[in-house]
């Protein structure tokens, strides 16, 4: 088998941070940092990207809360087999079994991108009495929470079409990089460093040949449209948004739906000059908002 190449520092370090779990014959990357007695928070990235995105949060919200994250299968740190039967549904299954393993019952979600759909199936399970553990609370950073709202990019239609695995091939680091700074906000970009790191943990494990078998979960979204909304809209439980305004695939727009539909909304952070990634582009902002979130309904 072939051995990954050395990972440059920062991810080194994130993975010297975790461990690994087996999950339906799949090696799966997770975090568990902090106090056994502090309150949990589940963090669920993105898509392509992974758990390392909330890394830019992690010191202001550990000292307080205990944090768990996981690379969901086919990203990040974890396995990536070549299947076209990636769901949200299978991802949900596997939140649940490292939430079983570790043996939490109570825990708080925030949750960003591909990571919002996995959330709202997960509260649909808390509706629906199938849930393992207990959410006490969502926030949302930018994500289709709404398939009508989700305004994909040009090279995300393409590669959920027949043409996806000819056209993923051909997608070079250039070409991510221009399509990817494109959803941030114009002051907020990332930087040539933090671009090849993203691409590089996208990559791990081979990662870059699974775009187009990871976008069908945009099928995803349109077919279970109406068991996520009302999650949404008849939650027991604390709802927050955290908005990037300026992104153009869930951006202000987004949060127009959201209140349009009469879904719960406790707490509302708008923020005008960040795009898809405001945990990323100004992790302190975010952070400020979060806490501010879970001081005033989830304490």
Known sequence: MKENPALSTPLQHWLDKGKTFSWQGHDIFYIDEGDPALPVILLVHGFPTS????????????????????????FGLSDKPDQRNYKIHKQADLFESLIDALEIS??????????????QEMLARKADGTAKGNCLSCCFLNGGLFPETHHALLIQKVLLSPFGKLVNK??????????????FGEETKPSDEELALFWEVINYKGGKHLFHNL?????????????????????????????????PVSGSHLVSRYQELDCRLDYLAELKEL????????????????????DEYCA
């Open 106 to 119: 109570d825990y708080h979600m925030l949750t960003h991108d591909y990571g919002v759909s996995v959330s």
């Open 170 to 183: 051909l997608n070079g680091f250039a070409s991510f990089s221009k399509s990817f700074s494109r959803v």
């Open 215 to 247: 976008i069908t979960y945009i099928n995803d979204r349109r077919e279970h449209r109406e068991r996520w909304l009302q999650a949404l809209q008849n939650s027991p439980i604390p709802l927050a948004v955290i908005n990037g305004s300026v992104d």
């Open 275 to 294: 795009g898809h990634y405001p945990h990323t582009e100004d992790a302190e902002l975010v952070s400020t908002h979060y806490l501010k979130f879970m």
């Open 51 to 74: 758990s390392y995105d909330f890394s830019y949060m992690w010191e202001s919200l550990r000292s307080r809360y205990r944090l768990v994250c996981l690379d969901m299968l086919g």
